[in-house]
Structure formats: C-alpha cells, structure tokens
Nanobody, 125 residues
Framework: QMQLVESGGGSIQPGGSLRLSCAAS????????MAWFRQVGGNERERVAT????????TYSDVVEGRFVISRDIDKNLLYLQMDSLKPEDTAVYYC??????????????????WGQGTQVTVSS
C-alpha cells in the first residue's frame, strides 16, 4: 500500500508560480510510475503530467507543456509539480497518483492505483 499527500496549493495571480509536492509513504517511489492530474468540479480528472518509473520519461498535456515540470526526489520520497506562468484556466484540484510496482506510466486516471486527497489551486486576479 502507498499513501499520498499533496501540499503547496493556494491562490495566486495569473503569471505566478507554485510548486506542488506529493509526499509518499508506505513504500519508496523509486521504480514507481507517477503522475499529476487535475479536476474541475464534476468533470473527469485530466492528466497534467506523468513520470515513468525510471524517472527518464516525462509527458505533459498540451495545455501545460512548457509551463509545468514534473520531477521527483527519491531520497525524500517526494513528487513535485513546478507550475509557472499560471493561467486562470489552470484553476482546479490537483491530485498526485501512483501505479503499482511493475506498471509503466499512463495518461489515463483509471490506470492509477493510489491517489492523494488533492490540493486546490486557484489562479485569479
């Protein structure tokens, strides 16, 4: 089992930056495929960024490509999402997710086994 806890959300003006963190416990995030998703209201969760189990392959949705960066610190068991040049349309609840050991990264929320509780990001002037 793995537990995930997100932090770092908040309210910020357009053009600003935030860094989200996801603290994992229960097992190491080494060799675990992980991702950030976001959700607005009752809409489906959409993939923001994924990180392969080896940490060498990163994918981003088109709307965040070039502005967001996913990374991890294995020693601290933390996953990060650096978000720059934030826009009002980035407003959402952001979730950290992880797959079970042995599975590769996926862009689909249904493929992830472990989820955090989410952290709200609000971009508004």
């Amino acid at each position: 089992q793995m537990q995930l806890v997100e932090s770092g959300g908040g309210s910020i003006q357009p053009g600003g930056s935030l860094r989200l963190s996801c603290a994992a416990s229960g097992r190491t995030i080494d060799r675990i495929a992980m991702a950030w998703f976001r959700q607005v209201g009752g809409n489906e969760r959409e993939r923001v960024a994924t990180l392969s189990s080896g940490g060498d392959i990163k994918t981003y949705s088109d709307v965040v490509e070039g502005r967001f960066v996913i990374s991890r610190d294995i020693d601290k068991n933390l996953l990060y999402l650096q978000m720059d040049s934030l826009k009002p349309e980035d407003t959402a609840v952001y979730y950290c997710a992880a797959r079970r050991s042995g599975f590769g990264y996926s862009v689909w929320a249904k493929d992830y086994d472990y989820w955090g509780q989410g952290t709200q990001v609000t971009v508004s002037s």
